[in-house]
């Protein structure tokens, strides 16, 4: 089955295998301790292995292990597993499965251990016991083979150092190469540590049958201990060490601090983006946690590009706190333009006067960054077409097994020509005809590696960044790849943002290579005409970096961005105001900000192409389509009016992480698994940004249904439907403990086959400061700017101090920093807290009686939630409604009734809810009730005895007279009748009226003061409220506004804020979050607006 | 269930329209559409309320609510809105007062006479005095608008209830017209339930809803 992935996977698979190369020498050098004990052991890691996977890989790469990724029959020696399952084993049959204690232990040991004691499975070595021990021989037959095994291939590319060199040479890197041919003996490796030879050899001389549990911790710890004054203590090197002992996220946010202490800003962020580039060594989790995840992210560089720009908004924002501090700091560049200014002032006197320019913004742009930093040094390249990808060279690839990549294709074909998708009946276009064949393989073979960034000589001939390389390739059969060269970007992006801030710091960060200058002041300041700033801007760059950078200037935002498009490739465009109008009539709307491919079509069906034609149409058509924002702002875009500033530091609404590759679960406990290390990273996100969120998002990819098992795009998510479910959290958290609860919860509701997810996301909003971080923080910064007035300098450092030991220190973890003793307490507990309270707002929906999935949804975000299509799904719910489940539908179809709720009646057996109103419910009511507690659950009742009773009672009690006080116009109701004539004579006429169209009623109450009553009843008798009364209560209210009469919904809405949020529980106040979420939803249905709380 | 007979709507007509003019002056009172100079106090429902004696703009709303009044009679009007705008003629607040038909119309009223039952009457009157108390007091739980507003009669008919105004102008030169988009549609309005009644004849709420971001 493997072989069958065919030449995609053969290219993959040396990818992965050149990139451990390439990853090997520089872990060697971080590490400094190395052997070649696994040189021609290649291991491959199937499922959840304690150390990691990632651990592994790293242990190999220090010892001359290969490591990989896809198993392969032939070249893979060894399978990696703690367990396995039953099919797999079965699959494996043969092969060679090994658990992670060998490794660990033949590290310990300083050689290679014999593996037959680690074999998984005592049958399978049973089995294969002749097999095996030929081959064992020839294992432990000592590394002086060793060499003789090694492909030439190996020995080229995997360095392997003797131990002299790591002990004392620190330049391993080169010098590696050079001793590839040195024999490697097991006593040399164990000179490198003396704890480990002692190990080591104890363990070797008593060939024990089965070695002790490793305590690899230990090991790693003593190791790095005792190499630690031999090497330079880089804040990687830091960084890393904590990480062993210590959960990640606090590490990145630490060396950030740590190294803010020292004052310099610059090093400050460099060292920030380079503990980013290293998270794949660095920020690796505990092995239990992290994982999977972790990996993901530190290998998706292309994610840690975009992660950039937050490193340079922050590096920006740390230029403009530092500006505050210092009152003025040094424009290297800006003072060049000065002195340009003087020059042609002596020059020739008075021509640069009269510049009036109100507001200038300057959108700096490098030209195809991607592209132009991987040729800066490959001037053969220039001027050819070039595209960056992750292909290299092949554009064609075959099929995968259970790939389908023409019905994708034809998915998104029909996907962009029809503008709604939803409407596709998909079972019908998944039939294929296979006769067709010859041209099926055309499209399906050719590489789907995507572009990151094409030249412009490449895009001449319509290559598009984004594009298939197998598809570009056929357009341009000239097009070059280059592969990705992250630390390039990096270097070039930094040196670019360090040039501009030479010149202002009003800089606003857009990504890498884009950046928004608000010139204004700086022009005004020095007295030089916008072209000029350009100018010298782009000379600088160029100069620096080796690359060309595009500017286009405007009065505001939008129109820079306009020019720049302009001015590309290299040049630079000023849009005078008095051009606007012309050059924006022609622009076509899709060039417009935030006017993406499918609003681009929806705008296209309104017959609008160029902004002349969206200025045709009148603001109130375009927020009647788009929403009042986006059509206000469209409005004001197509005249080119933009009054968005620039922004040099920028809040973030949310944080989230986000996975739609290669998800493949098996079992609900993998996904739940992968959903805690998803938590856990947005954890460290959250962490890192120094932010708690309210509201958690699970986003979901599932295949739709009919949709290929497989993709075309190898791992990729195929053909899906996106889900999303939130939640709100009782308190905002940054834990991913409760993150990780909340999401698997929501999961669960969703009712989904696990195996048909393709991507998850989880996304947290309502942020808001977390408070022991930023108040620490942003309190130093006040006292700094303080005592830097009053007294000086000198006092800075020491005032930043509190800042930075508000955060876990990195060398001690266990023992909190004198300092923060305070803090920690308190961090703890709020989970705790928040947790018991968060158990309670999740399960809130009944499991036995409520549809979940639908209750699970109520209290979302009243957008998100229309926009869910789930109506659509639970649409057959409909018709078979039984009085146990709640409904709620949006009211898209014109036929559908609106909204429905109907719920199980109170459960608990003494709940006054139920039991206060007894005495006085009038004969009717107690029909009404009794008549639905038989219908409902049969079982609850049977298993209630309290309940029982209850409906034994319920009769009885009817024969007692109904005194009770009514309202006024029930009253005159009555005094105004004159007959009692009646459909139902035997009945009081007034019951005959709720028979007609009952009022709304809480558990049988409909009297404001009795429902009053009731509720004080409930709130203060009861510690933590039924979900199921709390569903009454809900749907009591939904009730009056479907009665119209909000009146009294305001009033009850009122006493229960009141009553609930004065409660001791806090449950309560949960629980009325709860229902005011539930009714805002319903009343933003019924008004379009949502109720006033005050 | 029984209908309301004609006679009975066009009585209901008249109860609401009476009630509306005296709601919409205080309304224009207490959100101080206009100068407070222009108002006098007077006596209604057994309550103080205040009258505008702006002869032009007594005119204006007499003639809206005449109306209005043959849209009630048929049951056609779902919504009288009065509308507050800016001075860009955006909604700012919208005082809403929904009518629908009383729920429970059933064996009670077997003969129309019933109706003009004086205790029924009074009973009605109690309740729209109920009204106008929270009329005059909902500047409390409202913001304060901006100035310069301005102020206009919107009705949300039923079905097609429109193409029957076009034909009948109630009165000449005083033509209903199909409110803009404008008008009203609120950015992110708020809800503020101001009052509610169900009587035999009529059920009637009033909320507000307001511009969150008034200035």
Known sequence: ?1094 | CRRLTEQEYSMVADILCEFLEVAIHLILYVREVYPSGIFQKRKKYNVPVQMSCHPELNQYIQDTLHCVKPLIEKNDAEKVVVVIMDKEHHPVERFVFEISQPPLLSIRFSSPLLIRNDTLLSHVEQLLRAFILKISVCDAVLNNNPPGCSFTVLVHTRDAATRNMEKVQVIKDFPWIVADEQEVHMQEPRLIPLKTMTSDIVKMQLYVEERTQKT
């Open chain 1, 1 to 1094: 089955m493997y072989k069958m992935y065919g030449g995609y996977m053969a290219a993959k698979v040396s990818k992965l295998d050149e990139q451990f190369k390439l990853d090997a020498p520089r872990e060697k050098h971080k590490e400094g301790a190395c052997s070649s004990i696994f040189s021609g052991v290649a291991i491959y890691v199937n499922g959840y292995t304690e150390p990691s996977a990632d651990e592994l890989r790293r242990l190999m790469m220090l010892h001359g292990g290969q490591f990989h990724v896809y198993y392969s029959r032939s070249k893979t020696t060894h399978i990696i597993a703690n367990n396995l399952p039953n099919s797999k084993i079965q699959e494996l049959k043969g092969e060679k499965v090994i658990r992670p204690e060998w490794i660990t232990d033949s590290i310990k040991a300083g050689r290679l251990l014999p593996y037959l004691q680690y074999m998984l499975y005592a049958k399978q070595k049973g089995l294969l016991f002749p097999g095996m021990t030929l081959r064992q021989t020839s294992e432990i037959a000592g590394p002086s083979h060793r060499p003789l095994q090694l492909n030439a291939r190996q020995k080229l590319h995997l360095p392997q150092r003797s131990i002299q060199a790591s002990v004392l040479n620190h330049e391993q890197s080169s010098s590696g190469c050079q001793n590839n041919s040195f024999p490697h003996s097991p006593p040399k490796q164990s000179d490198q540590s003396p704890d480990l030879e002692e190990q080591s050899s104890s363990l070797g001389a008593e060939q024990r049958p089965k070695p002790p549990p490793p305590n690899y911790h230990e090991a790693a710890k003593a190791s790095e201990s005792h190499l630690l004054p031999k090497q330079p203590q880089t804040p990687n090197q830091l960084d890393k060490i904590s990480n062993k002992t210590h959960p990640s996220p606090a590490s990145l946010s630490l060396s950030y601090s740590s190294v803010r202490l020292n004052g310099s800003h610059h090093n400050a962020f460099s060292s920030d983006a380079a503990s980013l580039s290293t998270t794949n060594t660095a920020a690796t989790p505990d092995p239990p946690t992290g994982g999977l995840i972790s990996e993901f992210y530190s290998h998706s560089r292309l994610h840690q590009i975009s992660t950039w720009r937050t490193g340079f908004s922050e590096y920006v924002n740390e230029l403009h706190s530092k500006r505050k501090v210092a009152g003025g700091a040094c424009f290297a560049g800006k003072d060049r333009l000065r002195k340009l200014v003087a020059q042609r002032h002596v020059d020739s006197q008075g021509t640069s006067a009269a510049i009036n320019v109100k507001s200038c913004i300057l959108h700096v742009d490098m030209d195809c960054f991607f592209v132009s930093v991987g040729i800066r040094h490959r001037p053969e390249l220039k001027g050819k077409p070039v595209a960056v990808t992750s292909n290299r060279g092949q554009a064609r690839v075959p099929v995968r097994p259970g790939a389908n990549p023409q019905v994708e294709m034809q998915y998104y074909q029909r996907k962009y020509t029809n503008p709604q998708p939803g409407e596709i009946v998909m079972s019908d276009h998944f039939v294929i005809e296979n006769s067709d064949s010859d041209r099926q393989y055309e499209t399906a073979s050719l590489s789907m590696a995507e572009i990151a960034s094409c030249s412009y000589e490449a895009r001449q001939a319509g290559v598009r960044n984004g594009m298939f390389f197998g598809k570009a390739k056929q357009l341009c059969p000239m097009l070059q790849s280059v592969p990705y060269d992250f630390e390039a970007y990096k270097e070039v992006a930094l040196n670019m943002y360090e040039i501009l801030a030479g010149y202002t710091h009003d800089i606003e960060a857009l990504s890498c290579d884009e950046v928004l200058i608000d010139g204004s002041t700086l022009l005004a300041e020095v007295g030089v005409n916008p072209d000029d700033l350009a100018k010298a801007i782009r000379a600088d760059i160029r100069e620096k970096t080796g690359c060309c950078a595009s500017v286009g200037m405007g009065s505001n935002i939008l129109l820079a961005r306009l020019a720049t498009r302009k001015a590309k490739p290299n040049g630079q465009h000023f849009l005078k105001s008095e051009e606007v109008d012309d050059f924006i009539r022609d622009l076509p709307v899709t060039s417009l900000p935030g006017v993406g491919p499918v609003m681009g079509r929806k705008l296209a069906a309104m017959g609008v192409r160029s902004c002349g034609d969206l200025q045709q149409v009148s603001l109130s058509q375009l927020q009647k389509k788009f929403g009042p924002r986006t059509g206000q702002t469209l409005f004001r875009f197509c005249r080119g009016l933009d009054d968005r500033p620039v922004r040099y530091e920028k809040e973030r609404k949310s944080v989230s992480a986000e996975m739609n590759y290669n998800i493949r679960f098996t079992k609900v406990d993998e996904a739940e698994c992968f959903l805690t290390n998803l938590s856990m990273e947005v954890q460290k996100r959250l962490q890192e940004a120094g932010l708690r969120g309210r509201r958690v998002t699970l986003k979901v990819m599932v295949r739709k249904v009919g949709a290929p098992v497989e993709p075309a795009k190898y791992g990729g998510h195929g053909i899906c439907d996106n889900l999303a479910r939130t939640v709100m959290l009782a308190q905002s958290t940054d834990s991913g403990q409760l993150i990780a609860t909340a999401v698997i919860k929501l999961l669960h509701a969703m009712k989904l086959q696990v195996q048909d997810l393709r991507g998850v996301g989880i996304q947290v909003q309502l942020l808001e400061g977390n408070q022991s971080v930023r108040q620490d923080s942003g309190g130093g910064g006040d006292v700094k700017e303080i005592r830097q007035i009053g007294r000086g300098e000198e006092k800075t450092s020491s005032t930043t101090v509190p800042s930075a030991s508000s955060l876990p220190h990195p060398l001690s973890p266990a023992e909190p920093v004198p300092g923060t003793s305070k803090e920690q307490p308190a961090f703890r507990q709020t989970p705790k807290h928040s947790r018991s309270r968060l158990n309670l707002s999740i399960e809130v929906p009944s499991p036995s009686q409520v549809d979940r999935s639908v209750l699970e949804a109520l209290p979302a975000e009243l957008r998100e939630q229309v926009e869910q299509s789930w109506t659509k799904r639970d649409g057959k719910q409909n018709n078979c409604r039984s009085p146990g489940t709640l409904l709620l539908q949006i009211p898209n179809q014109p036929d559908s009734p609106g909204i429905v709720l109907e719920l199980p009646n109170f459960s608990q057996p003494k709940n006054p809810l139920l039991q206060l109103k007894q005495p006085g419910v009038g004969l009717g009511r107690v029909k009404r009730r009794y008549k639905r507690k038989n219908a409902i659950s049969p079982v609850k009742k049977g298993a209630s005895p309290l309940k029982k009773r209850q409906m034994t009672n319920s009769p009885a009690k009817t024969l007692a007279p109904a005194v009770k006080a009514r309202e006024p116009i029930n009253v005159l109701k009555t005094e105004t009748d004159p007959s009692t004539s009646s459909s139902h004579p035997d009945i009081p006429e007034s019951v005959t009226k709720l028979i007609a169209r009952p009022a709304p009623a809480l558990a049988g109450a409909c009297d404001l003061t009795d429902i009053k009553t009731l509720l004080r009843e409930w709130v203060t008798t009861i510690t933590e409220p039924m979900e199921e009364d709390i569903l009454q209560v809900v749907k009591y209210c939904t009730d009056l506004i479907e009665d119209k009469d909000l009146e009294r919904l305001d009033l009850i809405i009122k006493y229960m804020k009141r009553i609930m949020q004065q409660s001791v529980e806090s449950v309560w106040s949960m629980a009325f979050d709860f229902i005011l979420d539930n009714v805002q939803v319903v009343v933003q249905q019924a008004y379009g607006s949502t109720l006033k709380i005050a």
